[in-house]
Protein backbone atom coordinates (compact mmCIF):
# COMPACT_ATOMS: atom_id res chain seq x y z
CA UNK A 1 0.00 0.00 0.00
CA UNK A 2 2.61 2.06 -0.12
CA UNK A 3 1.70 3.61 -3.88
CA UNK A 4 -1.49 5.27 -4.25
CA UNK A 5 -4.26 2.77 -5.44
CA UNK A 6 -4.50 2.92 -9.41
CA UNK A 7 -7.10 6.11 -10.34
CA UNK A 8 -5.98 7.49 -7.34
CA UNK A 9 -5.04 10.95 -7.70
CA UNK A 10 -4.18 12.37 -4.23
CA UNK A 11 -8.22 13.81 -4.75
CA UNK A 12 -10.84 13.20 -1.72
CA UNK A 13 -14.17 11.82 -3.57
CA UNK A 14 -16.96 11.23 -1.74
CA UNK A 15 -19.79 8.39 -2.21
CA UNK A 16 -20.41 9.25 -5.70
CA UNK A 17 -17.39 7.57 -7.01
CA UNK A 18 -18.70 4.30 -5.65
CA UNK A 19 -21.39 4.29 -7.90
CA UNK A 20 -22.57 0.95 -10.09
CA UNK A 21 -21.66 0.80 -13.61
CA UNK A 22 -24.45 1.72 -15.04
CA UNK A 23 -24.91 5.27 -13.28
CA UNK A 24 -21.60 6.42 -15.04
CA UNK A 25 -22.22 4.82 -18.37
CA UNK A 26 -23.21 7.98 -20.30
CA UNK A 27 -23.95 8.40 -23.98
CA UNK A 28 -22.48 4.92 -24.58
CA UNK A 29 -19.07 5.77 -23.70
CA UNK A 30 -17.90 4.29 -19.97
CA UNK A 31 -17.14 7.46 -17.60
CA UNK A 32 -13.81 5.99 -15.74
CA UNK A 33 -14.81 5.85 -12.00
CA UNK A 34 -12.10 6.82 -9.76
CA UNK A 35 -12.65 4.68 -6.72
CA UNK A 36 -12.23 5.91 -2.95
CA UNK A 37 -8.68 5.43 -1.31
CA UNK A 38 -8.12 3.21 0.94
CA UNK A 39 -7.72 4.39 4.29
CA UNK A 40 -3.92 3.62 4.42
CA UNK A 41 -3.24 5.55 1.34
CA UNK A 42 -5.98 8.53 3.07
CA UNK A 43 -3.25 8.22 6.03
CA UNK A 44 0.03 8.39 3.60
CA UNK A 45 -1.26 11.45 1.63
CA UNK A 46 -3.31 13.48 3.94
CA UNK A 47 -2.32 13.02 7.60
CA UNK A 48 0.23 15.05 8.61
CA UNK A 49 2.69 14.40 11.95
CA UNK A 50 5.48 16.03 13.44
CA UNK A 51 7.60 16.25 11.07
CA UNK A 52 5.93 15.59 7.95
CA UNK A 53 3.40 13.24 6.43
CA UNK A 54 2.58 9.72 8.17
CA UNK A 55 4.17 6.61 7.63
CA UNK A 56 4.26 3.09 8.31
CA UNK A 57 8.13 2.79 8.35
CA UNK A 58 8.75 1.56 11.66
CA UNK A 59 5.31 0.70 12.44
CA UNK A 60 4.58 -1.88 10.32
CA UNK A 61 2.50 -3.57 12.74
CA UNK A 62 0.18 -1.17 12.26
CA UNK A 63 -0.57 -2.02 8.79
CA UNK A 64 -2.85 -4.75 9.44
CA UNK A 65 -5.39 -3.03 11.63
CA UNK A 66 -5.58 -0.03 9.17
CA UNK A 67 -6.01 -2.40 6.50
CA UNK A 68 -8.55 -3.95 8.53
CA UNK A 69 -10.83 -1.27 8.76
CA UNK A 70 -10.23 -0.09 5.17
CA UNK A 71 -11.86 -3.31 4.24
CA UNK A 72 -14.77 -3.00 6.73
CA UNK A 73 -15.78 0.61 5.26
CA UNK A 74 -14.84 -0.67 1.67
CA UNK A 75 -17.11 -3.73 1.96
CA UNK A 76 -20.26 -1.94 4.03
CA UNK A 77 -19.56 -4.72 6.76
CA UNK A 78 -22.44 -3.86 9.46
CA UNK A 79 -21.61 -4.04 13.29
CA UNK A 80 -17.68 -4.78 13.56
CA UNK A 81 -15.91 -4.10 16.55
CA UNK A 82 -12.25 -3.75 16.41
CA UNK A 83 -9.89 -3.31 19.63
CA UNK A 84 -6.61 -2.50 20.23
CA UNK A 85 -4.71 -3.31 22.96
CA UNK A 86 -1.55 -1.06 22.90
CA UNK A 87 1.45 0.34 24.26
CA UNK A 88 1.88 4.22 24.37
CA UNK A 89 3.48 5.86 21.78
CA UNK A 90 2.91 3.64 18.76
CA UNK A 91 0.77 5.72 16.53
CA UNK A 92 -2.38 4.36 16.98
CA UNK A 93 -3.96 7.50 17.97
CA UNK A 94 -2.68 9.26 14.79
CA UNK A 95 -4.37 5.93 12.84
CA UNK A 96 -7.58 6.75 14.73
CA UNK A 97 -7.59 10.22 14.03
CA UNK A 98 -6.84 9.69 10.46
CA UNK A 99 -10.13 6.98 10.70
CA UNK A 100 -12.74 9.40 11.58
CA UNK A 101 -11.36 12.33 8.90
CA UNK A 102 -11.09 9.61 6.24
CA UNK A 103 -15.28 8.49 7.27
CA UNK A 104 -16.37 11.64 7.52
CA UNK A 105 -14.77 12.78 4.54
CA UNK A 106 -14.50 10.21 1.90
CA UNK A 107 -17.18 7.66 3.33
CA UNK A 108 -19.52 10.46 4.30
CA UNK A 109 -20.22 8.87 7.31
CA UNK A 110 -20.99 10.34 11.00
CA UNK A 111 -18.58 10.01 13.77
CA UNK A 112 -18.15 9.99 17.65
CA UNK A 113 -14.58 10.06 18.90
CA UNK A 114 -14.84 9.68 22.72
CA UNK A 115 -12.10 10.53 25.41
CA UNK A 116 -11.79 10.04 28.91
CA UNK A 117 -12.75 13.10 30.22
CA UNK A 118 -13.89 16.99 28.59
CA UNK A 119 -10.94 19.04 29.09
CA UNK A 120 -9.31 16.01 27.16
CA UNK A 121 -11.69 16.16 24.38
CA UNK A 122 -11.89 20.17 23.87
CA UNK A 123 -8.38 19.92 23.61
CA UNK A 124 -8.01 17.22 21.54
CA UNK A 125 -10.48 19.08 18.75
CA UNK A 126 -7.53 21.99 18.50
CA UNK A 127 -3.94 20.06 19.05
CA UNK A 128 -4.70 16.83 17.31
CA UNK A 129 -7.19 16.63 14.75
CA UNK A 130 -6.96 20.12 13.33
CA UNK A 131 -2.86 19.85 13.10
CA UNK A 132 -3.64 16.40 11.99
CA UNK A 133 -5.02 17.73 8.14
CA UNK A 134 -2.68 18.46 5.89
CA UNK A 135 -4.80 19.49 2.86
CA UNK A 136 -5.60 23.40 3.43
CA UNK A 137 -9.24 22.99 1.80
CA UNK A 138 -10.40 20.17 3.80
CA UNK A 139 -8.90 22.42 6.89
CA UNK A 140 -10.75 25.23 6.17
CA UNK A 141 -14.40 23.43 5.25
CA UNK A 142 -14.36 21.91 8.97
CA UNK A 143 -16.61 24.17 10.90
CA UNK A 144 -18.05 24.32 14.44
CA UNK A 145 -21.16 22.18 14.22
CA UNK A 146 -24.66 22.87 15.13
CA UNK A 147 -26.93 20.16 15.58
CA UNK A 148 -30.58 20.62 16.71
CA UNK A 149 -29.90 23.38 18.63
CA UNK A 150 -27.77 21.83 20.77
CA UNK A 151 -24.24 23.76 22.10
CA UNK A 152 -21.64 22.94 19.27
CA UNK A 153 -19.22 22.24 22.17
CA UNK A 154 -16.54 19.10 20.68
CA UNK A 155 -19.14 19.38 17.25
CA UNK A 156 -17.45 19.56 13.84
CA UNK A 157 -19.38 20.16 10.36
CA UNK A 158 -18.23 19.19 7.46
CA UNK A 159 -20.20 20.45 4.79
CA UNK A 160 -20.80 18.94 1.33
CA UNK A 161 -22.88 18.32 -1.55
CA UNK A 162 -25.02 15.43 -0.12
CA UNK A 163 -25.06 17.81 3.20
CA UNK A 164 -23.36 17.81 6.34
CA UNK A 165 -21.38 14.91 8.49
CA UNK A 166 -20.00 15.67 11.41
CA UNK A 167 -17.16 14.18 13.86
CA UNK A 168 -18.01 14.64 17.31
CA UNK A 169 -15.51 14.37 19.94
CA UNK A 170 -16.55 14.31 23.81
CA UNK A 171 -15.61 13.50 26.42
CA UNK A 172 -17.51 10.01 27.90
CA UNK A 173 -17.03 10.68 32.01
CA UNK A 174 -19.94 13.57 31.73
CA UNK A 175 -22.14 12.43 29.36
CA UNK A 176 -25.08 13.97 31.39
CA UNK A 177 -25.50 17.37 28.48
CA UNK A 178 -24.10 15.42 25.39
CA UNK A 179 -26.62 15.50 22.59
CA UNK A 180 -28.34 12.31 21.02
CA UNK A 181 -26.55 12.49 17.30
CA UNK A 182 -26.61 9.48 15.49
CA UNK A 183 -23.65 7.99 14.62
CA UNK A 184 -22.16 5.83 12.17
CA UNK A 185 -18.94 5.01 13.37
CA UNK A 186 -17.41 4.99 17.16
CA UNK A 187 -13.82 5.31 18.16
CA UNK A 188 -13.12 5.53 22.08
CA UNK A 189 -9.58 6.28 22.73
CA UNK A 190 -7.94 5.42 25.87
CA UNK A 191 -11.06 4.52 28.12
CA UNK A 192 -10.01 1.92 29.65
CA UNK A 193 -11.90 3.28 33.14
CA UNK A 194 -15.07 4.30 32.57
CA UNK A 195 -18.57 3.58 34.06
CA UNK A 196 -20.13 0.65 31.79
CA UNK A 197 -23.16 2.90 31.63
CA UNK A 198 -21.21 6.03 29.61
CA UNK A 199 -19.90 3.08 27.35
CA UNK A 200 -23.75 1.67 27.08
CA UNK A 201 -24.60 5.48 25.91
CA UNK A 202 -21.69 5.81 23.33
CA UNK A 203 -23.17 2.07 21.53
CA UNK A 204 -26.62 3.14 21.63
CA UNK A 205 -25.33 6.14 19.29
CA UNK A 206 -25.33 3.43 16.55
CA UNK A 207 -28.75 2.21 16.34
CA UNK A 208 -29.45 3.86 13.60
CA UNK A 209 -26.45 3.38 11.52
CA UNK A 210 -26.36 0.70 8.51
CA UNK A 211 -22.51 0.09 9.34
CA UNK A 212 -22.09 0.90 13.09
CA UNK A 213 -17.95 0.26 13.39
CA UNK A 214 -16.91 0.73 16.72
CA UNK A 215 -12.63 1.30 16.96
CA UNK A 216 -11.64 0.67 20.80
CA UNK A 217 -7.73 1.55 21.45
CA UNK A 218 -6.29 2.13 24.50
CA UNK A 219 -3.49 0.93 26.88
CA UNK A 220 -4.64 -1.50 29.40
CA UNK A 221 -3.94 -0.96 33.06
CA UNK A 222 -7.08 -3.76 34.75
CA UNK A 223 -6.20 -7.07 33.80
CA UNK A 224 -9.43 -9.05 32.76
CA UNK A 225 -11.77 -4.89 32.39
CA UNK A 226 -11.44 -2.48 30.09
CA UNK A 227 -9.44 -2.62 27.17
CA UNK A 228 -8.16 -5.76 28.08
CA UNK A 229 -11.48 -7.60 28.25
CA UNK A 230 -12.70 -5.91 25.00
CA UNK A 231 -9.49 -7.88 22.87
CA UNK A 232 -10.07 -10.94 24.99
CA UNK A 233 -13.34 -10.41 23.33
CA UNK A 234 -11.99 -10.06 19.97
CA UNK A 235 -9.84 -12.94 17.75
CA UNK A 236 -6.68 -11.89 19.79
CA UNK A 237 -3.80 -11.34 17.20
CA UNK A 238 -0.55 -11.18 18.63
CA UNK A 239 2.88 -10.18 16.55
CA UNK A 240 5.27 -13.35 16.09
CA UNK A 241 8.55 -12.45 15.16
CA UNK A 242 10.62 -15.53 13.36
CA UNK A 243 13.62 -16.80 14.54
CA UNK A 244 15.19 -18.01 11.53
CA UNK A 245 18.08 -20.20 13.33
CA UNK A 246 15.66 -22.31 15.21
CA UNK A 247 12.44 -21.44 13.07
CA UNK A 248 10.29 -20.26 16.16
CA UNK A 249 8.50 -17.60 16.49
CA UNK A 250 8.14 -15.58 19.04
CA UNK A 251 5.74 -13.18 21.00
CA UNK A 252 8.34 -10.49 22.18
CA UNK A 253 6.27 -8.98 24.79
CA UNK A 254 5.04 -12.58 26.27
CA UNK A 255 9.57 -13.43 26.45
CA UNK A 256 10.53 -10.13 28.21
CA UNK A 257 12.95 -9.49 29.19
CA UNK A 258 14.43 -13.44 28.32
CA UNK A 259 14.21 -11.80 24.41
CA UNK A 260 16.24 -8.34 25.60
CA UNK A 261 19.96 -8.95 24.12
CA UNK A 262 23.49 -7.24 24.83
CA UNK A 263 22.96 -4.80 22.27
CA UNK A 264 20.15 -3.19 23.90
CA UNK A 265 22.75 -1.15 25.95
CA UNK A 266 24.13 1.15 24.25
CA UNK A 267 27.65 0.16 25.80
CA UNK A 268 27.57 -2.84 24.75
CA UNK A 269 27.69 -4.49 21.03
CA UNK A 270 25.38 -7.34 19.58
CA UNK A 271 21.78 -7.67 18.93
CA UNK A 272 19.33 -5.78 20.28
CA UNK A 273 16.63 -8.92 20.60
CA UNK A 274 17.23 -12.74 20.37
CA UNK A 275 15.74 -15.68 20.47
CA UNK A 276 15.20 -16.62 23.44
CA UNK A 277 15.75 -20.28 22.84
CA UNK A 278 18.66 -20.23 20.65
CA UNK A 279 19.91 -17.19 20.97
CA UNK A 280 20.22 -15.85 17.29
CA UNK A 281 19.24 -12.63 16.21
CA UNK A 282 15.57 -10.93 15.84
CA UNK A 283 14.24 -8.27 13.70
CA UNK A 284 11.21 -6.69 15.69
CA UNK A 285 9.74 -5.63 12.26
CA UNK A 286 10.22 -8.94 10.24
CA UNK A 287 7.00 -10.51 12.53
CA UNK A 288 2.96 -11.31 11.51
CA UNK A 289 0.15 -11.33 12.98
CA UNK A 290 -1.14 -14.46 14.57
CA UNK A 291 -4.21 -14.71 16.02
CA UNK A 292 -5.47 -17.04 19.10
CA UNK A 293 -6.41 -19.73 17.48
CA UNK A 294 -9.89 -19.29 19.39
CA UNK A 295 -13.05 -18.10 17.64
CA UNK A 296 -13.56 -14.67 19.51
CA UNK A 297 -17.14 -12.97 19.27
CA UNK A 298 -18.39 -12.59 16.20
CA UNK A 299 -17.52 -9.61 14.07
CA UNK A 300 -14.59 -8.89 16.39
CA UNK A 301 -11.01 -8.56 15.26
CA UNK A 302 -8.66 -7.19 18.17
CA UNK A 303 -4.82 -6.90 18.26
CA UNK A 304 -2.22 -6.48 21.21
CA UNK A 305 0.43 -4.15 20.06
CA UNK A 306 3.79 -3.72 22.28
CA UNK A 307 6.10 -0.99 21.65
CA UNK A 308 8.28 -3.82 21.08
CA UNK A 309 6.65 -4.64 17.28
CA UNK A 310 7.05 -0.91 16.69
CA UNK A 311 10.89 -0.23 15.58
CA UNK A 312 10.07 3.58 15.34
CA UNK A 313 10.58 2.98 19.03
CA UNK A 314 13.91 2.71 20.01
CA UNK A 315 14.72 -0.19 21.76
CA UNK A 316 17.75 0.40 23.85
CA UNK A 317 15.08 3.38 25.65
CA UNK A 318 12.90 0.77 26.30
CA UNK A 319 14.96 -1.61 27.86
CA UNK A 320 16.78 1.77 29.87
CA UNK A 321 13.04 2.04 31.52
CA UNK A 322 12.97 -1.60 32.11
CA UNK A 323 16.40 -1.13 33.94
CA UNK A 324 14.69 2.01 35.77
CA UNK A 325 11.95 0.02 36.89
CA UNK A 326 12.79 -1.30 39.98
CA UNK A 327 9.97 -1.70 42.55
CA UNK A 328 6.74 -3.71 41.65
CA UNK A 329 4.78 -0.93 40.66
CA UNK A 330 7.60 0.44 38.27
CA UNK A 331 7.17 -3.15 36.76
CA UNK A 332 3.31 -2.94 36.92
CA UNK A 333 3.46 0.27 34.69
CA UNK A 334 5.90 -0.44 32.44
CA UNK A 335 4.39 -3.44 31.26
CA UNK A 336 0.96 -1.74 30.65
CA UNK A 337 2.58 0.75 28.81
CA UNK A 338 5.94 -0.75 27.24
CA UNK A 339 4.64 -4.26 26.55
CA UNK A 340 0.73 -3.86 26.15
CA UNK A 341 0.72 -6.98 28.69
CA UNK A 342 -2.36 -4.82 32.02
CA UNK A 343 -0.59 -5.41 35.37
CA UNK A 344 -2.82 -3.70 38.00
CA UNK A 345 0.34 -3.89 40.56
CA UNK A 346 0.61 -4.93 43.74
CA UNK A 347 -3.37 -4.06 44.40
CA UNK A 348 -4.45 -6.32 41.97
CA UNK A 349 -2.82 -9.60 41.77
CA UNK A 350 -5.46 -11.63 40.07
CA UNK A 351 -5.00 -11.47 36.29
CA UNK A 352 -6.58 -12.35 33.39
CA UNK A 353 -4.46 -15.76 32.58
CA UNK A 354 -5.66 -16.73 36.58
CA UNK A 355 -9.24 -15.70 35.80
CA UNK A 356 -9.02 -18.12 32.89
CA UNK A 357 -7.59 -20.73 34.55
CA UNK A 358 -9.86 -20.79 37.43
CA UNK A 359 -12.85 -21.10 34.39
CA UNK A 360 -11.55 -23.97 32.66
CA UNK A 361 -13.60 -26.71 33.12
CA UNK A 362 -11.28 -29.12 34.19
CA UNK A 363 -10.00 -30.19 36.80
CA UNK A 364 -11.62 -28.07 38.52
CA UNK A 365 -15.64 -27.63 39.24
CA UNK A 366 -16.44 -24.47 40.44
CA UNK A 367 -19.68 -22.62 40.88
CA UNK A 368 -19.89 -18.33 39.66
CA UNK A 369 -16.97 -16.68 42.12
CA UNK A 370 -17.36 -12.98 43.00
CA UNK A 371 -13.99 -11.56 42.75
ZN1 LIG B 1 16.08 -19.53 17.72
Known amino acids: MGKPAPGWRGRIVGPRAERPHQEVISGGRRVRSRAAPPLGVFLESEIGVEGGRYGFTGREALREVVDHLSEILRLGLPERTVSVLKGTQIGMTTVAIGLALYCVRVRRLNVGYFLPDQDFANRFGDTRIRTAIRNPRFSAAMRDGRYKGASSKGLKEFPGPDGSRFLYILGLNEIGNAISLPLDVLIRDEVDDLPPENLAWSNDRLDASKIALTFNLAMGRKPGGGIHAMYEDGDRRTWRVPCLACHEEWNLEEHWPGAL ?84 GESQPIDAALLRLLREPSPYSMEAVHL
Open 261 to 344: GPGASPELAGPGLVCPRCGASLSRAAGRWVPSGEPGAPGHASWRISQLAVEAIRLDRIAAKWRAARRPSERAKFRCSALALPDG
